[in-house]
Each structure stands twice: as C-alpha cells, then as structure tokens.
C-alpha cells in the first residue's frame, strides 16, 4: 500500500487475538473502542486525559529506535486507535479473570487489600504488568517511580504500593515478598465474551484522514495535497489530553513510522535524537550515555522523569511537548525549559531538502506550517559546565509547574569566577506566556567570582529588576512565582560553590531525595468471633483487579443511546438564546432536550428531600452559577454526544459580575436565613468568661472547596420498559433518585424501579447529586423510548456537581496563663452555593469543640449564597472544617502564651462524663489516655528535641511537628432507615442478601457477609450480596455519615434472629445436620425462609457514641519553595471492636491521604468574571499521588477497646480520620 494513501483499516492483536477493523474514524481512541467491546470493561474511562492512569492497557510494539519488541503501558483515552496497527494490546481481562484463573498481580493486589471502590484497580494493575514484562525484578524504588500516573482517591496509596513493591527484587519475603516467574508474566488466552467481537467490527468514519509515511518526503506530499486542511503530525498524540477542545483535525500524520525520525546518535560534542523519539526513550539515552556529559545529562535525566507519567513519557515525544509550547501560551513545558538552559537546538524541515536549525527560543517564533520538526541537539557539557534544573509543582508526580528552571554556566574551578563561552544560561518557565531567558543576569554573572558576597547580592538585585510575571489565575500569584525564581537561582548558585557555603546552608543547595516509602500497620482481632473481626479482604476485590466488577459507567446496553450536558459557561446572568444548529448537524446527535420537553416537573432535588425550595434540573431564563445544566444533547454514542454539547451555542444577556467567595457574600450580605438563631450554640456566658480571662485573642480562619475525585464519574443509564423506568445509577441514595426521577417523569414512585450494584467512589458526592443525571437520563429515555446512559466526562462533573462547603470563622477565645480555655465566640460562615439544601452548618455545629471541654460557648453559624454551584456533602462534611477551625484556635492560644500548641490542646482535652456543647454526655471517653499512647509510641517528645536541633542547623528547610486529637460523634438519630433481605435457597444451602447501603468501595458488602455468616453458623463463602434497590430496600436512607455498615450489620443480625427462629425448631429434632440438610428439611415442611428486617437505631443523645483518635505528623518544608514531605505519620484510631480490621485500616488511610489533598495539593480556581472553574480536570485539580502520602506511614486501631454501645462492639471510621489531616498544616 502507497503511504500516500489515506489508511482505512487497522490490524493488532487483542489478548491473544486477532483483530480486523475497516472504516474506523481515525478521532477514535483505543479506550473508546475498548469499551465498546462486550466484556471488555475494565479498562476504565474517567478524565481522557491521561492524567488519572485508570484507563492503562500494555502494548507490545516494536521500539522504533532499537527495533526490538519492548512492552509498554499506555493511556487507552490518549492513543488514536489507528496508531495501534501492528500492536498487541492487553487489557486487564487478557492477564486473568475468574475463569481462566486470575494472574499474580491480580492476586497480589487483592491480598494486601489494595482495591477499595475497585474503579482504579485495573489501571493500577496493567502498569505493574508493563513494568514486569520490561522489568521482572525491580527494585522497590524502580516501582514506586512507576506508579507516578495513577490516581486512587480511596486507598491512600498504602496497600497498593505495597501489593506492587511485594514483586520487588529487594522485598522482604517475611511480609509476602517474592519476586514473579517468567511463565507467569505470560499473557493467558482471553475466554471471556468479547472473543465473538473482536474480529471485523466497522464504525462510522468521518472526514479525518489518516496517513502513515515511512520517509520524511511523504509528509511534504501531504503538504502539498491537502494545502488547506488541518494537518496534524503525530507521534503519541498525547497532548489531547492537555488540550481536549480544539477543533478536530482533517488529516492526521503518524510520523512512527519514519526510521529517521527516531534514530538517536552520540557524537564527539552532540547528543543528536530524532523528533519521534519518547520522553522516556530520552531519558534512558541520557541516563546510558551519562559519562559523556556528565554534569548535564544525569540532570536532564531526573528533571524528564517529573515530565507528565510513566504511561505519557512512553509513547509522548520530545518533539510533540514542544509543539505544545510552541502552539499554545501557558504551556509551562519543562522540556523547552531545560533544553534551552543546556543550548540545545532543533532542526526544522520545511522541504525532503531543506532544513534549518534554531535555538529554542527562536523555535518558538517559527511559522511551522507545512514544516516538520526532525532533530534535537544537545551539546555534551564541558569540565567546567555547571548544570541543575527545577521544577515546583503542585503535587509531588504528574503536574505541570508553577515555575520550572534551568540554569547553566561555565565556572572556573581555580578562581570560581563564571566564564563567558558558553554564555550563562538562566531560563524560568511559569512566569510568561513562554519560558524566558534572564539575560540581563546571565550577562552580569560573566567575569564574576561567586565566592565574592557581592556577587550574589548583585546578581538577585539584577534578577529581580528584570523577571516579570503575568497574572496566571490558576498558578498562584505573580509574586509568589517570583519568590520561587529567585530560590531557585539561589539554589542553583550555592550549588555550585558547595565547598564555600556553611553547612547552615547548605540544604539550600541539596535537592531532597524521597526514600522508599514504609508503612506499619497493628490491630487485635478476636477469633472466638470470626469471620465478625476477622481481617479478610472484599469478597469482589479479585473480580475488581481483573475488571470484571461491573460499574454504572462501564454499562451496554443493546440500541442504547448516549446524552450529554450542555452547562452554562457563565453566572447571575439570563439566558437571551440557544442555538442547536451545528450541534444537531453532528455525526450522530439525536435532539437537544431543555426544561420545556420535561414531562412532569423541573426539579431534580425536591421535597421531602429538599429541605427549602426545589433544585432545577435544568436552567429555564436566568442562570446562578456557571456549570448549570440548560439542557442534554443525545446521540449515539458518548463521545459525539459529549463533542456536540460543547457546540451547543448559547448566548446570554445582563450578566452581572458573580459572587464567588464567602467574603463576597458577606460584602453583599447575601445570607440565607437558614439555619437562622435556633442553630446557635450557646452554653454559659462566653462573653464574660473571655472577659474575666487572664488572655484573650481574636483571629480568623478560613478553609476552601475540595472536588469528591470520585473515580467513576457521575453516572447513569435508564431504560424505558412498557409502563416503567428502570434506573441503574451511580447514587448513594436510592429513595432520593426514585422520587427524583418520578417526580421529573411526573409518574408515580412505584412507576421507578433503581438498582445499584456498586459505584466507583461517592464520598457524598452522588448523594444527591446523583439525581441530576438520572433525571436528566431518564427525560432523554422518555422521548426517545430508548436505553440511554450519561457518564460524564470530568469537565462536566467538576463544573456542574457541587462541591465541599467552604468556611469562614471570626473567633474570640479567653484562658488562663497555663493555656485552660474558658470561652469562645464565633460566627461560622458557610458557603452554600446558588442552593442551600444541602448546607453543612447545622452539622459543624455539633463537632466545633473537637476534643477539648470549654465550658462558654457563642457560635453562630451563617450560610451565604453565592453565584458557585450547589455544594453538597463531601467525606465528613461539616465536621472537617468545625474541627480544623478549633484546632486553629487551640494552635493560637499555645502561640500566644509561647508555649507548645501540645500543651494548650492536652490541657483541655474532654474527660469522662462531661458534657458536649449539643448536650451529649460522654460515657465512654478515652481520648486523656489515646494521647498519651500516641505520645509514647511516636516518641513525641524526643523527635521534637531533634527537629528543634534540625532546625537551628538548617536555613533553608524546616521541620515541625503537630499532634491532633479529634472525638467524632455518631448520629443515628435519622440516619436511618435500612431494610436488609437474607433469602436462603433450600436446593443447595446458599444465601442471598440485599441490604440497604450502596458498596461504595467502603466493604459494607464484605461486612454484611461477615455479619449474616456468624449469625447463622455457616462459611461465608455460601452467601451472596445482591444489588440494593428500590424493591427489596424501598424508602432506605443515603449511604453515607460513616453509619451505613453499621445499620445494615444490625438489620443482618435481625434477620439473622428471625430466620434462626424459625431454623432452630427443625435443626433440634434432627442429628448432626449439615447446614444443607437443615435447609432442605425447613422447605419441606414449610418453613419460610426468607426474612426481612427495618432498621431505624436511635439514641437517647445527639450522639449514640464518639469515635476517637490522636494523629502525630511530622513534615519537613523547603523555604525557598514552600514544597513539603511529610516525613512520618502516627494514627492511633479507636474503631472499637472492628468487624474488619483490615477494610478499617484502609479505611483510616484512605480518609487521611484525602485530607492531606484536602490541605495540600488540592485547590479549586474560578474565573473572577465568569464564575467558570478553572480547575476542571487531571491537569489543573491535583489529589495526593502515591509520593504525596507520609513517607513512614504508621496506623494503629486501639486495642482491647470493645465499643459498649455499637453494634458488634464495632465504632465507625470512614470519615472521621480524615478530620485529624490537618496535622500536616500546624
């Protein structure tokens, strides 16, 4: 075949086989086919970007520079279908699965419990995979290295590093380390249901072309055949991920295939590398061919690996990020950055003739249309080349920079004096549209002595006279990337001079180097109970790891529609029109459907559920808050469904500047009368006590939103029966969203059958969040009479769905000398959104004491409105910002009186007996004696001697460390109801169960088996959880509060009691039955066994119990860049007398990794205009990757602590250890 014909078919290899497919459309990406495929769902799909690392699938291909077969993982969501000509791919259901027997990774990752909601497993799985099959014996630092693109928002990274760093070569075998077999790193013949539709499958093609040259002349002969067509040249294509909006292009150029292009030589003074060339190929070359530059290319080296990730690097070129920078303003390229502080060069082909070459700098002004970049130069450093680079980053992996660097400069080793050929080269990225050069610095520093005071003080004189930066609303302010360029020049100049710096200093000049991270986890159980405290993993974990747990998103349903959201892109304005036009002219859109095609009534949160007025499904005239739905677009697949609502034009009219902050709120006193003075709390006289105080201070505090990160997006598929809806959606609440779709429907709730089976993460998020795209779902289903699913990409649910509440407090507190606190005032300011249905202030009110007894109190909470969305419950709501504000306080009052926050905080701390500001007496108080075990076992007192020690010996990083108690209440006053369903089958002895809660990734499932097996006496292996709906479990409350387990293990224990009931009769006149026997006997005589139990517990107190804990964090923090390691964790948690331990310690690690998210990496940027988020996806919006977590992890359930009043003695704990993270802040 020509390669100027335009390819129309592909051919790979698909777990062991063939694949044929013609007629493609060259726009498809391999996750989007996957998907498509029967029994092809575990290779998941959330942010299409290549960011979250769900999506990885390994690929066999033959490596185009050293033309050997190597094994790589990939993002399925970034890589063009047509690019896998000639490939085998495998996908997680290739390497095991429950009939073919599951593989050792699989095995191993479900053994050390490192799959909780099981939506990221697969993923995780299939890069551990790749790295075995190019690497069989890692090291455990190669594998944590490798896991720099896979995001896990439940575990917290723990058990799945240490599933992973088990295959090490250095693991220790007596905690189940081994390395794996050869033989078992073979891929098994793929028996599962997608082998009937592998073979032959077309799809629609659009106008895309697709061409694949094997010379460099044949792309100058698509030039000239299609002169006024988009043309774009490819090699990864992995910067759609970054840049998701622009308009498809025409032609498509995969340049993989032209051997000059990837060719890589090492000369006498160059490192030459063909433009096709990988980063992480790159990388290895640099790393291999170290000795010829030695004091460049190590660095070079280690800065790429902080490029993107693994799976990005592999496939992502050098020459394609640069065209990134080059196309696009913003794109703060580190690989423009360093490569121009070390004179690299580029070489450009604007003819199969004609080339030229350019600095980078000058590359950026280029016309590069109908040209092709070929080559990258790098010059070999000289004796004399001093070389470093930087890059500080939001998160620790996978993000871009706020400001990167790269420095490099000739200094005579005799005189310290700095050279002028080569010129010094001083290049920040992240303060202008493009990297910059400092060349009024770099022309000073020639001739100059760095050992002269002088010198230094001058060059930052001259730096800070000429770096400006522009205003970039998501990178942090002009100043601060200031501050970070001039610590980054001071680094690199001590750097160079490191035997004339003090040691003081010194740390200034020394990058820090993470360790291995190490993790401890203890606990009891008690034997006598099992399988109840028995440390068991979920019973579906080996079905999540092989991908075969099926999720809402992961749902095909036979002529099956999909719809897709059309959000407004504005706030406080109207909507003048909307025009359908281009959007309906689409390949494959079916119709728009708005507010006026809704059936029954436009509400998607209303009453009972709605506590005030209900909540549009979609936007009628005026618009509150940029993200609000106006409507859906159907079509016939996901993905034209998702492109043609962004062509959704919709104009609007009197908009006026939104209100977007608390502080906007106030200033406009735009307040809710919810939750007005009956909320108030108000115990004693604090006034008077902070008057008669020997001290008092003032302060306030504020704490921002935080997106839920669920790993399944937001979805849901309903399909119309012949005079019913049938809902499978992705909700923690069943009864909301059958009312919520009935209601929208306008037929009754009886009409709305839902079921769930599990979802990937909630974290309160799809509470009642849910219920907008189930209605919205089940409008496009009305009119189309058709099967039709929504899963929303990650732009649409960051910008839509609500968020967690901001706070804002004002306080006033009074104490004594030695730190007793006597009273407090404060008004407590919420941010509720354009909605206050949800609002979160009425429950901060019951945790704004924490641990600590002090007996005045005067709080006011206040919720304002704003022109954001409407914010809803996210993993412990309101109780994480009550907690946070009162350990603010406590930290002031130690800081005020000189004295360690320690002490204040130990003083006050609750004691037995005493009463809650909501009135609960504490029965059970232990959190006097949880401190001083924590205090102990993390040798508290000690490793704070050493950090002052640390401290004064080191300028320029800085250790500290906090200890955190926390007592979270229990509410089962209307937590409830819960119906439970146990259905024991006669014919062979098996249990059935449905419960009210929703498997969340929490193990609710796992602990209601636990629960049913000990109460009727049998293995756990005979009983099976079913989905919960709305018929077995009608009218059950949300799952959520950290109560769900709990309720439904004590609705399991009724059911249990009334089956044993009617069991026990007919086992006593039988000898020595089998479980089996029992059960056929009771059928034959007519013993009904089935049971159903309703659960609503209540309690004499606000709270039926507290939960508590004590954390101890040690961090240490660069000051000249504000980056942070958090050095070591203590968690002390009482779980009271686990059901399962182990689920409960991922549990605690999980809520904890989230909350240093939370305080450190997370960050939520709206448009000051607009009201529109900013951070909206993988690459603004940056949760804790796997070397964001503590460095020495230590957890500990406190022992021998039955609880008296749980149920099974068991306390929760999904949410309140996520309330002690803030220790990372103090």
């Avoid at 003739?353 to 600095?359: C, I, L, Q």
Wanted: charged fraction near 20%; charge should be negative; glycine fraction near 8%.
């Amino acid at each position: 075949m020509s390669t100027l014909t335009p390819t129309s078919s592909i051919s790979f290899i698909l777990n062991g086989r063939d694949v044929q497919l013609s007629g493609v459309d060259p726009n498809t990406t391999l996750n989007e086919w996957i998907r498509s495929q029967h029994g092809l769902a575990g290779t998941k799909r959330m942010c299409g970007e290549g960011g979250c690392g769900c999506c990885v699938v390994s690929a066999l291909r033959k490596d185009p520079t050293s033309g050997k077969d190597a094994t790589i993982a990939i993002n399925s969501c970034l890589c063009p279908l047509y690019s896998i000509d000639g490939w085998q791919i495998t996908t997680v259901e290739g390497i095991g699965n429950s009939r073919d027997g599951y593989h050792p990774i699989q095995e191993r990752i479900t053994q050390y419990n490192g799959s909780q909601c099981g939506y990221c497993t697969p993923g995780m799985v299939m890069n551990m995979y790749s790295l075995l099959k190019e690497s069989p014996t890692p090291t455990k630092q190669h594998i944590e290295d490798n896991f720099d693109g896979n995001i896990c928002r439940c575990t917290g990274y723990r058990p799945i590093l240490d599933a992973m760093k088990s295959f090490a070569v250095d693991a220790d075998p007596k905690k189940g380390g081994k390395c794996i077999d050869i033989e078992d790193l073979s891929v098994k013949k793929c028996s599962m249901p997608c082998a009937k539709l592998c073979a032959n499958v077309t799809h629609t093609s659009s106008s895309t072309l697709w061409f694949r040259p094997s010379k460099v002349a044949d792309i100058f002969t698509v030039f000239s055949k299609y002169p006024d067509k988009r043309i774009k040249l490819i090699a990864g294509d992995t910067g759609r991920g970054v840049f998701k909006g622009e308009a498809l292009p025409d032609v498509i150029v995969d340049l993989k295939g032209i051997a000059s292009l990837a060719a890589i030589e090492v000369g006498a003074k160059s490192l030459l590398v063909g433009a096709t060339v990988p980063i992480n190929t790159l990388i290895a070359t640099l790393e291999a061919h170290k000795d010829s530059s030695p004091t460049s290319f190590p660095h070079l080296a280690e800065h790429l690996k902080k490029v993107a990730n693994v799976a990005v690097r592999n496939i992502g070129s050098w020459a394609g990020n640069l065209m990134l920078t080059h196309d696009h303003e913003n794109f703060p390229s580190d690989i423009f950055t360093i490569l121009e502080a070390v004179h690299a060069r580029v070489t450009v082909a604007s003819s199969p003739t004609e080339t030229s070459t350019h600095s980078l700098t000058d590359f950026l002004s280029v016309d590069l249309k109908n040209k092709v970049i070929t080559t990258l130069m790098i010059p070999l450093s000289t004796a004399n080349s001093v070389v470093r680079t930087f890059k500080v980053m939001p998160s620790h992996q996978n993000a871009h920079a706020y400001v990167n660097a790269g420095f490099s400069w000739s200094l005579n080793p005799s005189t310290h004096t700095i050279e002028g050929s080569p010129n010094p080269s001083f290049v920040f990225g992240g303060l202008q549209a493009h990297a910059v050069h400092a060349t009024k610095t770099e022309a000073y520093m020639v001739g100059k002595s760095l050992t002269d005071p002088a010198t230094l003080q001058g060059a930052v004189k001259v730096l800070q006279e000429e770096l400006v930066a522009i205003p970039m609303p998501t990178e942090g302010s002009e100043s601060f990337r200031l501050s970070l360029a001039y610590g980054l020049f001071y680094k690199f100049y001590l750097a160079s001079i490191p035997d004339h710096i003090s040691d003081r200093v010194k740390s200034a000049a020394v990058p820090f180097t993470r360790p291995v991270s190490q993790s401890y986890q203890s606990y009891d159980s008690v034997k006598s109970e099992y399988p109840v405290t028995e440390p068991m993993t979920k019973l579906t974990a080996k079905l999540q790891a092989s991908g075969e747990a099926q999720y809402v998103a992961d749902m095909i349903e036979p002529d099956g529609l999909a719809a897709a959201f059309v959000i407004s892109t504005v706030g406080n304005a109207t909507i003048e029109s909307i025009n359908t036009s281009e959007a309906l002219q689409m390949p494959g859109v079916v119709q728009f459907l708005s507010a006026k095609d809704i059936p029954g009534t436009n509400a998607y949160h209303a009453p009972p559920f709605a506590r005030f007025e209900p909540h549009l499904l979609f936007a009628v005239d005026k618009i509150s808050n940029a993200g609000e739905a106006i409507g859906i677009i159907v079509a016939d697949t996901q993905e034209n469904a998702d492109r043609a609502a962004k062509k959704v034009n919709v104009q609007y009219s009197s908009q006026s500047k939104p209100i977007l902050t608390i502080a906007d709120a106030i200033k406009a006193n735009s307040i809710y009368d919810y939750p007005g003075e009956g909320n108030v709390v108000v115990v004693g006289d604090a006034n008077a006590a902070i008057s008669s105080s020997a001290h008092s201070i003032t302060g306030e505090v504020s704490c921002g939103t935080q997106y839920h990160f669920h790993m399944e997006t937001q979805s849901c598929v309903c399909i119309p029966e012949d005079d019913s809806y049938t809902v499978y959606s992705s909700t923690q609440w069943i009864e909301a969203c059958q009312h919520a779709v009935a209601t929208v429907l306008g037929i009754a709730d009886n009409r709305v059958y839902v079921a769930v089976k599990r979802i990937g993460g909630g974290f309160g998020g799809k509470i009642t969040q849910a219920n907008q795209i189930a209605t919205a779902c089940a409008v496009a289903a009305y009119h189309t009479r058709r099967p039709v699913k929504i899963h929303l990409d990650i732009d649409t649910n960051m910008k839509m769905v609500g968020k967690r509440f901001p706070y804002y407090a004002t306080y006033k507190a009074g104490f004594t000398d030695d730190g007793v606190i006597n009273g407090i005032m404060m008004d407590v300011y919420t941010n509720s959104g354009c909605h206050n249905n949800d609002q979160s202030g009425d429950v901060a009110m019951s945790y704004i004491d924490n641990a600590y007894h002090i007996p005045n109190w005067h709080v006011t909470p206040k919720a304002v409105k704003t022109n954001n969305c409407a914010n809803a419950a996210c993993r412990s709501p309101g109780t994480l910002p009550a907690i946070f504000i009162m350990e603010t306080v406590a930290q002031h009052v130690g800081e005020a009186l000189g004295i360690p926050p320690e002490t204040v905080k130990q003083k006050n701390l609750y004691q037995q007996g005493q009463i809650t500001p909501n009135g609960t007496t504490l029965k059970y108080c232990n959190i006097r004696e949880m401190w001083s075990k924590l205090y102990q076992s993390a040798d508290v007192s000690n490793r704070t001697d050493q950090i002052t020690t640390f401290n004064q010996q080191n300028r320029w990083r800085k250790r500290g460390l906090s200890v955190v108690p926390l007592k979270w209440g229990v509410v089962w006053n209307g937590s409830g109801p819960h119906t439970v369903m146990i259905s024991i089958y006669a014919t062979d002895g098996t249990v059935a169960i449905t419960h009210g809660g929703i498997e969340i990734g929490q193990g609710i499932n796992t602990k209601t088996a636990q629960v049913a097996a000990r109460e009727l006496g049998i293995p756990i292996d005979l009983i099976c959880i079913l989905p919960t709906n709305s018929m077995t479990s009608p009218n059950s409350n949300a799952t959520g509060g950290s109560i769900t387990c709990e309720y439904n293990c004590q609705g399991i224990i009724d059911a249990c009691k009334i089956l044993n009931n009617r069991i026990d009769p007919v086992k006593q006149k039988m000898t020595n039955p089998t479980w089996k026997e029992v059960v056929a006997r009771c059928q034959s005589t007519g013993v009904d066994l089935s049971a159903k139990a309703f659960v609503n517990m209540k309690s004499d107190d606000h709270f039926a119990y507290s939960s508590y804990g004590v954390n101890c964090t040690e961090v240490e923090v660069d000051v000249l860049t504000g980056e942070v390691e958090i050095l070591r964790s203590d968690i002390l948690f009482d779980c009271g007398q686990s059901i399962n331990p182990e689920i409960d310690i991922g549990q605690v690690e999980g809520a904890y990794v989230m909350g240093l998210g939370y305080w450190l990496t997370e960050k939520f940027v709206y448009d000051e205009d607009s009201g529109e988020a900013l951070t909206h996806n993988t690459w603004e919006y940056k949760p804790p990757e796997c070397k964001d977590i503590p460095i020495d992890f230590r957890v500990e359930l406190l022992k021998n602590a039955p609880n008296p009043v749980g149920v099974l003695s068991s306390k929760a704990c999904g949410e309140p250890p996520m309330c002690m993270s803030c220790s990372a802040l103090f």
